[in-house]
């Protein structure tokens, strides 16, 4: 199974209780490695076939799975 960078955003209503959501992202299978909460926002890792997961965990405002950005066309000069 794979593994991915997500990050987590917790709905404002919910950052009462930040604590609670980053347990419930854990309890899906999210190895949470940073926690912001005065911003709401969790990053960790989770398997790829558990996003969706997320999304439905009550306090969960938005989750964003991790992607490469390359640049357009190389300019380096070799």
């Known amino acids: 199974m794979t ?3 997500v990050t987590v955003l917790v709905d404002d209503a919910f950052l009462g209780q930040f604590a609670e959501v980053v347990d ?4 899906v299978g999210m190895a949470v490695q940073r926690q912001m909460t005065s911003i709401g926002v969790i990053y960790g890792t989770v398997d790829a076939t558990r996003i969706d997961t997320l999304g439905h965990i009550q306090g969960v405002r938005h989750v964003e799975a991790s992607r ?4 357009l066309g190389d300019t ?3």
């Not at 419930?24 to 309890?27: F, N, S, W």
């Open 24 to 27: 419930r992202c854990a309890d």
């Open 3 to 5: 593994r991915i960078l």
């Open 68 to 71: 490469d950005v390359g640049l």
């Open 76 to 78: 380096s000069e070799d």
